[in-house]
């Protein structure tokens, strides 16, 4: 986990999007949440894009 | 130097390696776990290229992976910033993969990658990203056999480009243009692809397939309606029409209003509309990659073009652009889709991160070796393999080897062919196909129907001696990847009838159109391979014994797997594959396998194994 967010502080400097840092904060605490939620799932996609 | 190149976690996994700038080995994952498109880590793909290069990974220098996991990240948190609250399922199911799988991708890929190494070590301080375009554009560029070259990539998405120029010179290859998403001719031919009924990522060809069947009565919809279209080829698409961006589907209501009804449910019949839209939909592709070459080649002045990225496997569009004369040659990677795109980050390792010299191609075509680049088999171990299977054999020396499978192509059987190093890329190419012999009218719809398994609409490839080929195609450069298509001579096609003329849609198919109908479209282009005798000899020769007995230098070649199944790797793969549909003849090494001296208790019902494509 801690080199995930070395990767994302380093990321955002390089791309200088810091405004990027409380979006994906609250996005890992609530994607964390949907994790424990239910499982992933991509079946659905016709085509992911990611 | 050595570098590993991984592409993975999408689609076509694949791993190759780059000793010194060169190409020694390169492999998809779906060859060996017998997965269609494989996405998962290319594990397999990277044993064999480190056993190829008889080392591990503490001996390689540099692994680089073909695309910035976070840059892609970044892209699908504005892409639903910018949408919310629309696609709010979307991000629900796209988040929790991204929150446990891909942002730990170099955590997970540093895992899988430690067994792989003596020392279990610095496989973190190795790892190198490139971008997803670079990636594309290194493998365009780096192996062609231009010193200067104008270089396209053009393909569904990576991180943000959809399209990319970038100039390369030497060791050189420096950016100068992108599209960005969710703007994409690579997405827009995928919303037709799902529209028209076919699977997004694998039904393209198809598209491109039944092109030639239809009337491009909707280009002018699609070209007014969905998008702008620049002079200089930029464009950009009214996502009012499309739902790829946030949604679950790739068009959207609005495009349904468009062109008159919801998309064609898979595998239902095909209609006229479905023919009219595919061929409209690759028009407009066409046009868009003439105004973008023309703009090029007026733009830069170089007169060498190369080509990467999946709408570059488009060889209908590849074909035009050669022939609209703008770029003098043309040079498309032969691994264009994201499999290739393993390579092209190993180049970009090698020549732009490391800033080592590319390698000469030294008179060679190129520096692909043919893109025969994956596993082979010796003799012994083939016929190891093929006792062990329960096969039946005859081992021949190699004039006798060739006169025995021209007897069976003469006598219209479909021949497996399994010789030498497995190709790198979509298209079996000599070394991992079905062969058969395109004079016989019969022949097409026979492979489709009795050993393919597939929808009768599609043409097959011809494989022709490259000293003939102006013979036989409108065509005067080489074509070894077959990813150039190019009309039949007028010499060799046979007038339609006025009855014939008439007849529409798919009925058009089984009127014979040349002297090598079985290898001839509708429209009288072929998909051309041409066979050097520098990069695949046996295979020149078997072509030369079939021309020096019919008078005929061109065989039919299709991959050598049924619907749906990946092209067989091993020589297990082959004989079952041989066994499972109604092949009569395969040929593996020097041995020869005749089907009706084949124990029965071993066919295997094989048509519904594969999921279909």
């Keep these: ?25 609250v996005l890992l605490v609530v994607g964390g949440l949907l994790v424990l939620a239910q499982g992933s799932a991509i079946a659905p996609f016709i085509y992911t894009v990611f | 130097m050595r570098v590993l190149g991984i592409s993975a976690f999408y689609h076509d996994s694949a791993a190759a390696l780059l000793v010194d700038g060169k190409p020694v080995a390169a492999a998809q994952e779906e060859r060996f776990t017998r997965k269609k498109h494989d996405p998962g880590f290319p594990e397999n793909a990277i044993r064999y290229c480190l056993d190829e290069g008889g080392i591990d990974l503490d001996d390689v220098d540099h692994i680089a992976f073909f695309e910035k996991p976070l840059l892609k990240f970044e892209r699908l948190l504005e892409t639903y910033l910018a949408n919310a609250p629309a696609g709010y399922r979307s991000f629900k199911m796209a988040l929790p993969v991204w929150i446990k799988e891909k942002l730990f991708q170099k955590v997970g890929m540093v895992k899988s990658l430690t067994p792989l190494s003596r020392s279990g070590k610095g496989i973190e301080e190795k790892l190198l990203f490139a971008e997803h375009h670079q990636s594309h554009a290194a493998s365009a560029f780096f192996p062609s056999p231009f010193e200067e070259a104008v270089v396209l990539t053009l393909d569904g998405v990576g991180e943000w480009a959809t399209t990319s120029v970038a100039i390369g010179r030497g060791s050189t290859l420096e950016t100068v243009r992108e599209i960005h998403w969710p703007h994409s001719i690579g997405l827009l031919y995928s919303a037709f692809t799902y529209y028209t009924g076919f699977k997004v990522n694998s039904g393209e060809y198809k598209v491109m397939g039944l092109a030639p069947y239809g009337v491009p009565k909707y280009a002018d919809r699609i070209l007014n309606t969905l998008m702008d279209l620049k002079e200089d080829g930029s464009f950009w698409l009214d996502q009012k029409y ?60 170089i007169s060498n073009l190369c080509m990467a990225g999946g709408v570059a496997l488009n060889c209908v569009a590849n074909g035009k652009i050669l022939r609209d004369g703008h770029f003098k040659r043309i040079w498309v990677q032969p691994a264009a889709g994201d499999a290739g795109g393993a390579l092209g980050a190993a180049y970009a390792a090698h020549s732009i991160h490391a800033k080592k010299p590319r390698v000469a191609t030294n008179g060679a075509l190129d520096g692909m070796h043919g893109a025969y680049l994956g596993p082979a088999y010796t003799q012994a171990d083939i016929e190891q393999r093929l006792k062990k299977a329960g096969a039946k054999f005859k081992t021949y020396d190699d004039a006798g080897l060739l006169e025995r499978t021209v007897d069976a192509l003469e006598a219209g059987h479909a021949v497996g062919w399994f010789q030498g190093r497995m190709e790198f890329g979509p298209r079996a190419l000599g070394a991992r196909s079905i062969l058969g012999d395109p004079r016989n009218p019969e022949m097409q719809r026979n492979l489709n129907l009795k050993i393919k398994y597939r929808e009768s609409f599609r043409p097959f490839a011809p494989s022709v001696l490259a000293e003939d080929v102006s013979n036989y195609f409108d065509l005067d450069s080489e074509s070894p990847y077959m990813l150039l298509v190019a009309d039949v001579v007028e010499g060799r096609r046979r007038s339609m009838t006025e009855d014939e003329t008439k007849l ?83 040929v593996v090494g020097n041995c020869v396998l005749d089907k009706s001296e084949q124990d029965p208790s071993l066919r295997v019902d094989y048509k519904d194994k594969f999921e279909l494509d």
């Design chain 2, 242 to 301: 499309f739902n790829y961006a946030t949604g679950l589907t790739m068009t959207s209501r609005a495009f349904d209003d468009v062109f008159g009804g919801p998309p064609r449910k898979s595998e239902t019949p095909l209609t006229q509309r479905e023919m009219d839209l595919a061929a409209s939909v690759q028009a407009v592709t066409e046009e868009v990659m003439l105004r973008i070459t023309r703009d090029l080649a007026k733009t830069y002045g």
């Design chain 2, 504 to 586: 529409f849609g798919i009925d058009k198919l089984n009127v014979p159109r040349s002297d090598i109908p079985a290898v001839t479209h509708v429209d009288y282009s072929a998909r051309v391979q041409t066979v050097h005798k520098e990069t695949n000899p046996r295979y020149h020769a078997l072509i030369s014994a079939f021309k020096a007995r019919t008078g005929c230098p061109v065989v039919v070649n299709t991959s050598f797997n049924v619907r749906g199944e990946p092209i067989v790797g091993t020589p297990e793969d082959a004989f079952r594959c041989f066994m499972g549909c109604e092949m009569e003849t395969l």
């Design chain 1, 1 to 25: 986990m801690l080199s995930l967010f070395k990767e994302l502080f380093a990321y955002m400097g390089a791309r200088k999007k810091w405004w990027l840092f409380p979006i994906i904060l």
